[in-house]
């Protein structure tokens, strides 16, 4: 059972986050033959099919597909906005820009599979080319705070590359999984792209099938543990995009109003309930008061309530499970000191709804400033304003998934930005929106293998460019060995239960040597 989704008979009890109220059409679960079935279908049309078709043909069967979402994108909404009580003005953005993917984002998927000529061929020269292969049979399980969202941005670039694909979507949104899934297919062979119902037990007979050769999964820190531990057994490939507790540094000469307007956005988006929120911001003491006041005057433009009204702005959480999560780290902050500055008012009857809460005066020895909330918080806590100790607190926790920085000396802001431990810096802006459309997202930071490439607010694993990083490749012969030296060594202290507590950095050429980071800056001053 996750976020208390319970299953009964055999059937997935979808529940309305709005209303309590049980969702139809009933979602069974996919039962152990049917699973051994899809599984052996998949990987005899990986096989037989869809690997022998050409990189240009299988592109043009990937927009046919995503193009098929479009014709269902109402019905699609609606479903998430019942399922996990996200606003449809919300609900609507993520469809459109998961139909978007068919454009832009699948021409640098293609490119990054097309064979790479090194040179030679000339007459008595050999040539050299590097080819992707597929690896096999790919398992998606996707999250359940994008549901339609995260499965193409996880499938696609495994089905371009040769790979059939199994997705589970999150028990907590079954129908949105499957409409979208069923609508892609429609437009792919049989077998090439399929979709299985159920909870974890589910996802670890899928994870340790011997005839499942990689597993992509976005969710908690805690199940891609899991994961990985039993990937690790069979040295399975795994792409694990976890969780984060992402800070967001203020300095005392930044824009204040874009600042506060940015932290209060993104910390509420989806109810708060984005791998990639702000949940931690570190305000120069010097202008406490005066951000506070602006950020509290913004939150209270957020109401609660019903979220297919569209003058509503937040709906309710997930489940009860994720609203008492919030709520124990809330009461415990305040417990320990902290003020609450601001609380919405949320509907009286039914529902998961949880008030819009600005809170005060946080310390980092605070659960809330330690653990992940994935809530409807904005959590400010002040700084001494200088650049080492904003890089200090910014570093302090077991994160490193995105990270901002508001300043209007961009100097500064990019002196900052680099030091900071995270995938994704943005300088005065949120990056995960403004970032280019190439600028990628690694990070293994504590052990925690979480690293995607990013395609404006979208995210997919490294199509098969280089070893270990992608769904299918070949490299040079050191980069290789050095890179199974170490993820072997990695693996061997995660199976003894000793995992290292520092970065294995690796880079795009070098595997494990370096991780590149993004770092998105909002104009053309000149940076460090």
Same mark, same amino acid.
């Given at each position: 059972?996750?976020?208390?989704?319970?299953?009964?008979?055999?059937?997935?009890?979808?529940?309305n986050?709005?209303?309590?109220?049980?969702?139809?059409?009933?979602?069974?679960?996919?039962?152990?033959?049917? %699973?051994s079935?899809?599984i052996?279908?998949?990987?005899?049309?990986?096989?037989?099919?869809?690997?022998?078709?050409?990189?240009?043909a299988?592109?043009?069967?990937?927009?046919?597909?995503?193009?098929?979402?479009?014709?269902?994108?109402?019905?699609?909404?609606?479903?998430?906005?019942? +399922?996990?009580?996200?606003?449809?003005?919300?609900?609507?953005?993520?469809?459109?820009?998961?139909v =978007?993917?068919?454009?832009?984002?699948?021409?640098? &998927?293609?490119?990054?599979? #097309?064979?790479?000529?090194?040179?030679?061929?000339?007459?008595?020269?050999?040539?050299?080319?590097?080819?992707?292969?597929?690896?096999?049979?790919?398992v998606?399980?996707?999250?359940?705070?994008?549901?339609?969202?995260?499965?193409?941005?996880?499938a696609?670039?495994?089905?371009?590359?040769?790979?059939?694909?199994?997705?589970?979507?999150?028990?907590?949104?079954? %129908?949105?999984?499957? @409409? &979208?899934?069923?609508?892609?297919a429609?437009?792919?062979?049989?077998?090439?792209?399929?979709?299985?119902?159920?909870?974890?037990?589910?996802?670890?007979?899928?994870?340790?099938?011997?005839?499942?050769?990689?597993? #992509?999964?976005?969710?908690s820190? #805690?199940?891609?543990?899991?994961?990985?531990?039993?990937?690790?057994?069979?040295?399975?490939?795994?792409?694990?995009?976890?969780?984060?507790?992402?800070?967001m540094?203020?300095?005392?000469?930044?824009?204040?109003?874009?600042? =506060?307007?940015?932290?209060?956005?993104?910390?509420?988006?989806?109810?708060?309930q984005?791998?990639?929120?702000?949940?931690?911001?570190?305000?120069?003491?010097?202008?406490?008061?005066?951000?506070?006041?602006?950020?509290?005057?913004?939150?209270?433009?957020?109401?609660?309530?019903?979220?297919?009204?569209?003058?509503v702005?937040?709906?309710?959480?997930?489940?009860? *499970?994720?609203m008492?999560?919030?709520?124990?780290?809330?009461?415990?902050?305040?417990?320990?000191? #902290?003020?609450?500055l601001?609380?919405?008012?949320?509907?009286?009857?039914?529902?998961?709804?949880?008030?819009?809460?600005?809170?005060?005066? %946080?310390?980092q020895?605070? *659960?809330?400033?330690?653990?992940?909330?994935f809530?409807?918080?904005?959590?400010?806590?002040?700084?001494?304003?200088? +650049?080492?100790?904003?890089?200090?607190?910014?570093?302090?926790t077991?994160?490193?998934?995105?990270?901002?920085?508001?300043?209007?000396?961009?100097?500064?802001?990019?002196?900052?930005?680099?030091?900071?431990?995270?995938?994704?810096?943005?300088?005065?802006c949120?990056?995960?929106?403004? /970032?280019?459309?190439?600028c990628?997202?690694?990070?293994?930071?504590? /052990?925690? &293998?979480?690293?995607?490439?990013?395609?404006?607010?979208?995210?997919?694993?490294?199509?098969?460019?280089?070893?270990? @990083?992608?769904?299918?490749?070949?490299?040079? /012969?050191? +980069?290789?060995?050095?890179?199974?030296?170490?993820?072997?060594?990695?693996?061997?202290?995660? %199976?003894?239960?000793?995992?290292?507590?520092?970065?294995?950095?690796?880079?795009?050429?070098?595997?494990?040597? =370096?991780?590149?980071k993004?770092?998105?800056?909002?104009?053309?001053?000149?940076? /460090?």
């Open positions: 059972m996750v976020q208390g989704v319970l299953i009964k008979d055999g059937i997935i009890q979808n529940v986050p709005a209303t309590g109220e049980l969702i139809d059409p009933p979602v069974p679960v996919t039962t152990a033959s049917e %699973l079935r899809i052996k279908s998949a990987n005899e049309a990986q096989i037989k099919v869809w690997s022998c078709m050409s990189l240009p299988r592109i043009s069967l990937l927009r046919k597909a995503m193009s098929t979402v479009e014709n269902i994108s109402d019905e699609l909404s609606e479903t998430i906005t019942k +399922e996990m009580g996200k606003i449809a003005a919300e609900a609507n953005v993520e469809v459109k820009n998961a =978007a993917l068919q454009g832009e984002w699948l021409d640098l &998927i293609e490119e990054a599979n #097309a064979d790479v000529h090194l040179g030679g061929g000339e007459e008595g020269e050999p040539e050299s080319v590097i080819v992707r292969d597929p690896l096999g049979v790919v998606v399980l996707s999250p359940w705070n994008f549901p339609a969202g995260e499965i193409p941005l996880l696609l670039p495994a089905l371009a590359a040769g790979n059939t694909v199994i997705v589970k979507p999150s028990e907590v949104t079954p %129908l949105s999984g499957a @409409l &979208i899934c069923q609508a892609m429609s437009a792919l062979p049989d077998g090439v792209l399929q979709v299985v119902q159920g909870d974890g037990e589910i996802g670890e007979q899928l994870v340790t099938s011997e005839d499942v050769h990689m597993v #992509a999964m976005t969710g820190s #805690a199940t891609g543990k899991k994961i990985m531990e039993k990937c690790a057994k069979k040295l399975k490939r795994v792409v694990l995009e976890l969780g984060g507790k992402d800070p540094v203020v300095f005392a000469d930044a824009d204040l109003d874009k600042a =506060a307007s940015d932290a209060v956005a993104n910390s509420l988006f989806n109810a708060g984005v791998c990639c929120s702000v949940e931690r911001i570190y305000v120069d003491r010097s202008v406490k008061p005066q951000f506070e006041q602006k950020v509290v005057e913004l939150a209270k433009s957020w109401t609660v309530g019903n979220p297919s009204d569209p003058d702005k937040m709906g309710p959480m997930v489940t009860k *499970t994720q008492d999560i919030v709520k124990d780290q809330v009461t415990k902050a305040v417990d320990m000191g #902290a003020k609450i601001y609380q919405s008012e949320v509907p009286k009857q039914g529902g998961n709804f949880y008030p819009v809460t600005v809170l005060g005066d %946080l310390d020895d605070m *659960t809330i400033q330690k653990n992940e909330t809530g409807p918080v904005v959590a400010l806590s002040t700084f001494d304003g200088s +650049e080492a100790e904003a890089i200090r607190l910014a570093n302090d077991e994160y490193g998934l995105a990270s901002y920085v508001y300043t209007n000396d961009l100097q500064k802001g990019g002196r900052v930005a680099r030091k900071i431990r995270s995938g994704q810096v943005g300088v005065n949120y990056s995960l929106l403004s /970032a280019h459309s190439k990628p997202w690694y990070v293994l930071f504590f /052990a925690l &293998i979480q690293f995607s490439l990013r395609h404006r607010g979208a995210s997919s694993q490294n199509t098969n460019l280089y070893t270990f @990083l992608g769904w299918g490749t070949r490299c040079r /012969a050191w +980069e290789a060995i050095l890179g199974w030296m170490v993820f072997v060594h990695f693996l061997v202290r995660l %199976l003894l239960k000793n995992v290292p507590v520092y970065m294995y950095r690796y880079s795009q050429r070098s595997c494990f040597l =370096a991780v590149p993004s770092l998105v800056f909002t104009d053309n001053a000149p940076r /460090a």
